[in-house]
Structure formats: structure tokens, C-alpha cells
């Protein structure tokens, strides 16, 4: 899963809308539009690490790392 659909997924766990989502991670929504943009969108942005960590953060999220071998981890 890449960080565009975690952030999807997260969003629509905890009911978010984009301002809310922005506010959270202490960005522009025009940010936030850019990261949910379709990948072949010319506005699209990669969502970063550290947004994604700092929204698990702020909703505490439990995130269970990845072992080493399994499949999930080398998606």
C-alpha cells in the first residue's frame, strides 16, 4: 500500500475532510489536494513519510511493522 492510500484510508477511518487532514499535518490544502491527486494527474504529489507518521501520531494509530519476508513489506 503506498502513502496516497494510507492517507486515503485513514481519512475515511476517522472521518476527515481535506481541511481537517491539512490543519493535522500543518499544511496548505492545496498540499493535501496535490498528495490525493490521482498518480497521473499533473498536480499529483507523493504523500511523505512524515506526513503520514505524524497523522498516525496525532490520531494514535497502532502501526504494526513490517518482519523482514513478508510479503506486505516488500510491496
Known amino acids: ?3 496516497r492510500e494510507k492517507l486515503i484510508d485513514m481519512m475515511h477511518e476517522h472521518a476527515l475532510e481535506r ?17 490525493l491527486a490521482p498518480a497521473e ?8 513519510e512524515m506526513a503520514i507518521e505524524l497523522l498516525q501520531l496525532k490520531l494514535g494509530v497502532t ?6 519476508g513478508d510479503s506486505a513489506a516488500e510491496e
Do not use: F, I, K, Q
Open 1 to 3: 500500500m503506498n502513502n
Open 19 to 35: 481541511r481537517e487532514l491539512a490543519e493535522l499535518v500543518c499544511v496548505d490544502r492545496h498540499t493535501v489536494d496535490g498528495w
Open 41 to 48: 494527474s499533473s498536480r499529483h504529489v507523493e504523500v511523505p
Open 63 to 68: 502501526v504494526v511493522p513490517a518482519r523482514s
